[in-house]
């Protein structure tokens, strides 16, 4: 299995960026089921603008999380260009009769989230000047942490769908799942994690790629009344590096939950249920 995902600077200490690109690029390996083996650089930089330095300690970060996840660099390219940007190409190993994907979810089908979603907004917050950089902190924790432990234990349970969280947010990657499987899935805002500074910037409002979600999924969405304003937005969040969104047996789901915080994902949370109304629908309760 092959992949590839990079991003623009979202934090200002370029070995935290690199670190997070290398995350969040790894992350899509881990949602199928695979284990990273080689990966490449992929940067953009704007020579003359910016010290080497800085692209130094980028690829340094990088590295950091590759070597995490067992995976070996073997290389990779870099261009001039004018926006800096930095990712990886990942080749992956998987066994064929072992791959998740996002439309194999059944009814009955318990949802499980493995990382507190929020890190859009707050990165999005910083970019603006409207938070300070120590304020990132419990933001870049979550965008630097491997979904590596949450990938390794699921071949034990009954796993029928899985999906990383990125920029479409948790309910665009949730429609994807919806449409490929032609099941409705639930949500209960409530019980979805949240970090505190994403959930607060949420009752302000969406702006950029989170607000574009929203708009784009206006039609597969039904929010029930009750639903806190703040909890709602916040599940268009667009993520960078978010956790994994699991479909797994309803008879597996709270076994898999307590491994799942065994392991060290104490984030991971019940937060829905699949369904065989409105297929292709997503339905938001309290």
């Known amino acids: ?42 940067a953009g930089f704007p020579a003359g603008e910016l010290e080497s330095e800085v692209l130094n300690q980028i690829l340094l970060g990088g590295q950091s999380k590759v070597d995490e996840a067992g995976c070996t660099l073997v290389g990779g390219h870099t261009v001039q260009d004018p926006e ?20 194999g979810a059944r009814p009955g089908d318990r949802l499980i989230l493995t990382k507190k979603l929020g890190t859009g907004l707050i990165a999005n917050a910083f970019k603006a000047d409207q938070i300070a950089e ?19 234990t699921l071949p034990d349970f009954q796993v029928h769908a899985c999906t990383d969280v990125t920029g479409f947010g948790l309910l665009g ?52 009344d009750g639903v806190d304003p703040a909890r709602a937005n ?20 709270k076994a898999l939950l307590q491994t799942l915080h065994q392991n060290g994902g104490e984030s991971a949370a019940l937060i829905g249920e699949v369904t065989q109304e409105n297929p292709g629908q997503l339905h938001i309760t309290p």
């Open 173 to 224: 990657h949730a429609a994807e799942m919806a449409e490929g499987s032609r099941m409705g899935l639930v949500f209960h805002a409530s019980q979805v994690p949240a970090l505190t500074l994403g959930l607060e910037l949420a009752a302000k409002g969406l702006e950029g790629g989170s607000r574009d979600n929203q708009i784009f999924l206006d039609p597969k969405v039904t929010i029930a």
């Open 1 to 42: 299995m092959q992949t590839v995902d990079f991003l623009t600077p979202i934090v200002d200490d370029p070995f935290t960026f690199g670190a997070i690109a290398a995350a969040n690029a790894l992350s899509d390996v881990y949602a199928m089921g695979g284990r990273p083996l080689t990966a490449l650089n992929i």
């Open 84 to 103: 800096l940007k930095y990712g990886l190409a990942v080749t992956g190993l998987i066994h064929p009769d072992r791959i998740y994907t996002n439309s």
């Open 234 to 253: 916040l599940l268009f969040d667009a993520q960078t590096s978010g956790g994994l969104l699991i479909a797994v047996s309803a008879d597996d789901a």
């Open 134 to 152: 120590g304020d990132l902190a419990a933001a870049i924790e979550s965008m630097t942490t491997l979904n590596k432990a949450a990938a390794a």
